[in-house]
Nanobody, 123 residues
Framework: VQLQASGGGSVQAGGSLRLSCAAP???????????MGWFRQAPGKQRELVAR???????DYSDSVKGRFTISRNNSRKTVYLQMNSLKPEDTAVYYC???????????????WGQGTQVTVSS
């Protein structure tokens, strides 16, 4: 049982993609209470949190994507989205979603990682 990310692909710099991530009902029975995040991992780099949305729909972004990416959610569909505009080659990575919670001063993901979706941006 995993979080299913989809919508990735290959685009040229400046293009757009919209990622979706469906949460399995068996785990996220009350999806609306979870804070959710989009992560990405580029080859040879650590996984990083790039966008998050709270249960109250407040959002936050890493500096690298701020102003270009928009995170949203549909609680009735148990789905979180990531609209990515003005894509750059450095956005190339596998993108994952997960629930997150604050542990100490760090947003920490759950154990329920899915397979992610590949985003490739060419120059």
């Amino acid at each position: 049982v995993q979080l299913q990310a989809s919508g990735g692909g290959s685009v040229q710099a400046g293009g757009s993609l919209r990622l979706s991530c469906a949460a399995p009902r068996s785990i996220f029975s009350v999806f609306s209470v979870y804070d959710m995040g989009w992560f990405r991992q580029a080859p040879g780099k650590q996984r990083e949190l790039v966008a998050r949305i709270s249960s109250s729909f407040s959002t936050d972004y890493s500096d690298s994507v701020k102003g270009r990416f928009t995170i949203s959610r549909n609680n009735s569909r148990k789905t979180v989205y990531l609209q990515m505009n003005s894509l750059k080659p450095e956005d190339t990575a596998v993108y994952y979603c997960n629930s997150i919670k604050m542990v100490g001063d760090t947003w920490t993901p759950s154990e329920y990682w899915g397979q992610g979706t590949q985003v490739t941006v060419s120059s």
